[in-house]
């Protein structure tokens, strides 16, 4: 079905979506920050990623628009690019949530989230390489690898809600990180789309 010589432009553009993912997500979890200048730098940046992406996506679908034929179903094509934006999306309203609430505080379980995220994009870029060399089969394991992440977050978000509720006497504080800690649940559960996705492609081409 597929040439093993020749990398198909779309399985290009999908890689390079996950990497430009793969890039906001280190970004975020990689800056240090401790004040409110730092929060406003992250989301200015993480802006700029999800704006870049936007374009990226919108390039795709003007590609799957007019071109006559596609390596996969156009529909795997699109739901895997915008799953994987959903990502992005979702770590740019993180940002700008933080910058909102000026919480400079970063506690462990924000940072156990964003671990597990992280490592969710890599996993994708590893996917999407092996994608890109038509070596659909192989994806699987990154796809389970995906999904356990998604699991430990799910873990992570009922611990931290429940801490949260222990340890914290200021009501206000108790709804900004309880927001914070579910808006990246979500981002989790989009890197679970995305696996959930390769699964799809998996089984209708392998």
């Given at each position: 079905?597929?040439?093993p010589r020749k990398?198909?432009?779309f399985f290009t553009a999908l890689l390079t979506i996950a990497e430009h993912v793969q890039s906001a997500v280190h970004y975020a979890d990689d800056y240090k920050v401790t004040s409110i200048a730092d929060l406003k730098e992250?989301?200015?940046r993480l802006k700029k990623y999800e704006t870049e992406g936007?374009?990226?996506i919108h390039e795709l679908i003007t590609k799957l628009n007019t071109s006559f034929m596609t390596p996969i179903e156009r529909e795997d094509i699109l739901q895997l690019a915008i799953k994987m934006d959903d990502i992005l999306d979702g770590i740019e309203h993180f940002a700008a949530n933080l910058e909102m609430f000026s919480l400079t505080d970063i506690d462990e379980y924000v940072q156990k989230f964003m671990e597990n995220i992280r490592k969710s994009t890599d996993e994708i870029v590893k996917a999407m390489q092996l994608l890109a060399k038509k070596k659909l089969v192989q994806m699987r394991d990154h796809a389970?690898?995906?999904k356990e992440y998604e699991r430990i977050c799910d873990e992570v978000l009922r611990t931290s809600i429940k801490q949260l509720f222990i340890r914290e006497k200021d009501p206000i504080r108790i709804i900004q990180f309880k927001d914070i800690?579910?808006?990246l649940e979500d981002v989790a559960d989009h890197c679970q789309d995305?696996?959930?996705t390769i699964e799809t492609i998996i089984?209708?081409?392998a």
């Open positions: 079905m597929f040439s990398t198909d432009p992250v989301s200015i936007d374009t990226m389970v690898l995906i800690y579910e808006l995305v696996a959930n089984m209708r081409n």
